[in-house]
């Protein structure tokens, strides 16, 4: 890979951490509700992930995280 | 090789311009003024508070580290407040209501200000949740503690001791 | 300068390659994100306790599954699970080759979370084991959050041991050996809408059929029924990938709408597709209503057939309906009460959930032996099962 575009992409990423977000810290009431939670209740939602890969020929790809409150 | 050292220059790069928030980060600009509704009814306007020390935390009834927060910061109120110490709770929830009941479960003896519209929080440019913004008696802004994680009241204490006996 | 190399895109050694040289940037600039700003947080301590209950196509299996996740030190905390499955089944295989039986799955499985700033480290182990089949798992995963904790990305890494016996012959036993390399990446998008994007390849190595299940082809010398069976022949590797796409819309006066499309392709010749949608609807202060639907359907392995047309066919023969041509269809609703809310003391909150789903699973290539018929034309199977999961959940 081109030095140059290594060196592009990492100052997008250094910039990239110290970014001011677009959604302040203080308006994320709505991604904290747990109703927004991908994985809310981990026990129920790796059983039934669970009775489909033992019935189905697909697996993998099942459980997403992220997005929440993003307290510090 | 060259692959391999701007990787190095790069990551070197980002360790000289970090900045670790692990303790407060020291400022000195005037605090912006601003009136707010208290949950008590009244306005309070943060230049009446000239001459004491204010501790100013922007939390909200969603954020966990903030719910910790409140029972500390009622501590640390009611242990300095005869020393010309105040906390002043600012909620940044778009809906009162949350901030009104979450009170009444838990009461806490400093006041509560509702910022509801967050024209405070982007005045104090608030980019974590909690926010803590210690203000001096003359009503500079002196250090600025973002997030908080159990044992930051340790910190606290020492900085607000420090204000109170200027 | 290093000489450019051209990549040929068959070339599966360079594609290789290019993954792995984009994992170690991939790492590299994860390792840069987290040098500190601020940080996040460890997952709530938490205890959950589930009754879960299958009952479809002559298979009834249900018992509890407990979870219970605590924080030991600043950064750190570990989770406990316990899972217990209490299996009947008369299943259309079982019936038709051989016969019902019951027996017990147990699976325990702990792991560790370090957070460090912006970077939680999860590392875990798993047993599961039952009369013909144990599994040890372990698994690690690092998830980051970037961009004002918009984004978080997430990379996980997790190999399974398996030992495959058969009851009755003491003797059997193969391995298998299962590596999972996942990928997930969430996003913020505004403040009432999230994404995430998930990927996840596995690979699998060793003995990969059932050892009891067997296929069919047609005999005209057996006059009792026209066919006869003989052991599934699978190959012994297997490398699957899954993308996922989902999205969470946060909808005004609190509700939330969530919907998801999963694609799957594997070196078997498997294609499938998943489409998911659900709603969820608050009621009152204490209530929260759920109703789902899914719908799954996937193209047959390239060594399946219902009845094949001679013994040994083919090099692999395969008859187990999982990896037939067939679709799912699940209706799901969900009822959930929460007694205790902003508690102070021990209990924080906690919450009473019951979940009820109803599957339709309908195959295309696979028939049901019991219904007797010209060979090849006995009517196509189809089942409903019902699942039950009733739990409560605390946070303390």
Request: aromatic share 12%; hydrophobic share 40%.
């Amino acid at each position: 890979m081109c030095a140059k575009r290594l060196i592009l992409l990492g100052l997008i990423f250094i910039q990239g951490c110290s970014m001011t977000p677009w959604v302040k810290p203080y308006e994320r009431a709505h991604l904290a509700d747990p109703i927004m939670n991908f994985n809310r209740d981990p026990v129920s939602s790796s059983y039934i992930h669970h009775v489909y890969d033992a019935r189905e020929g697909a697996r993998g790809a099942g459980i997403a995280t992220g997005g929440g409150c993003g307290c510090n | 090789m060259k692959v391999y050292l701007s990787k190095i220059i790069l990551l070197l790069g980002l360790l000289a311009f970090s900045t670790a928030a692990f303790c407060a980060k020291e400022m000195n600009a005037p605090a912006p003024d601003f009136t707010l509704k208290s949950l008590s009814g009244k306005n309070l306007r943060l230049s009446e508070l000239a001459g004491q020390v204010v501790l100013l935390n922007f939390w909200a009834s969603w954020c966990a580290p903030c719910r910790e927060e409140m029972p500390i910061l009622n501590d640390l109120h009611n242990k300095y407040s005869a020393l010309g110490f105040t906390v002043l709770g600012v909620n940044v929830e778009e809906q009162t209501d949350k901030a009104v009941s979450y009170i009444a479960d838990r009461p806490v003896d400093f006041p509560i200000l509702l910022d509801n519209k967050n024209n405070v929080s982007s005045l104090y440019e608030v980019i974590a949740m909690p926010t803590t913004v210690l203000i001096d008696r003359n009503g500079t802004m002196r250090y600025l503690h973002q997030g908080y994680k159990a044992g930051d009241e340790k910190e606290y204490v020492k900085l607000v001791k420090k204000l109170v006996r200027e | 300068m290093r000489a450019k190399v051209l990549v040929e895109p068959e070339s599966l050694q360079a594609v290789a390659v290019a993954v792995i040289r984009s994992l170690r940037s991939i790492f590299l600039w994860l390792l840069l994100c987290s040098l500190p700003l601020q940080a996040t947080v460890l997952p709530e301590d938490r205890a959950d306790l589930l009754y879960h209950s299958y009952d479809g196509g002559g298979a009834e299996i249900s018992g509890p599954s407990l979870l219970v996740r605590k924080k030991f030190s600043e950064k750190a905390s570990a989770t406990f699970n316990h899972y217990v499955d209490n299996v009947s089944s008369a299943s259309i295989d079982v019936i038709t080759t051989a016969s019902p039986y019951t027996e017990q799955r147990e699976e325990n499985s702990v792991s560790v979370d370090y957070l460090n700033e912006k970077t939680l480290l999860s590392v875990g182990y798993g047993q599961s084991s039952e009369d013909d089949f144990e599994a040890s798992t372990m698994s690690v995963n690092i998830a980051q959050d970037m961009f004002g904790d918009l984004t978080t990305l997430s990379l996980g890494y997790a190999q399974g041991d398996n030992t495959v016996r058969r009851n009755g012959d003491s003797s059997f036993a193969r391995d298998v050996v299962a590596r999972n390399y996942r990928l997930s990446l969430s996003q913020v998008i505004s403040k009432d809408f999230l994404m995430a994007l998930a990927l996840e390849t596995m690979t699998d190595e060793g003995f990969l059929n059932n050892p009891y299940r067997q296929v069919r082809y047609i005999n005209p010398l057996n006059l009792t029924r026209g066919y006869d069976y003989q052991e599934e022949i699978y190959p012994n590797t297997r490398t699957s990938h899954a993308f996922a796409l989902r999205g969470r819309y946060y909808l005004p006066q609190r509700a939330a709408l969530h919907g998801g499309y999963r694609y799957f392709t594997d070196t078997w010749g498997i294609q499938a597709h998943t489409w998911e949608l659900g709603y969820t609807l608050p009621y009152k202060e204490d209530w929260l209503f759920e109703f789902n639907y899914r719908y799954y359907d996937q193209t047959r392995a390239d060594f399946y057939a219902d009845l094949f047309q001679s013994a040994d066919e083919f090099i692999f023969l395969a008859r187990d309906k999982e990896l037939s041509t067939f679709t799912t269809q699940t209706f799901g609703l969900g009822a959930s009460y929460e007694f205790r809310k902003n508690g102070s003391g021990f209990l924080k909150r906690g919450n009473i959930n019951l979940h009820y789903d109803f599957i339709r699973f309908d195959y295309a290539d696979f028939r049901d032996l019991t219904v007797s018929s010209a060979v090849g034309e006995e009517p196509l199977y189809s089942f409903d099962a019902a699942v039950i999961r009733f739990f409560v959940s605390i946070w303390f």
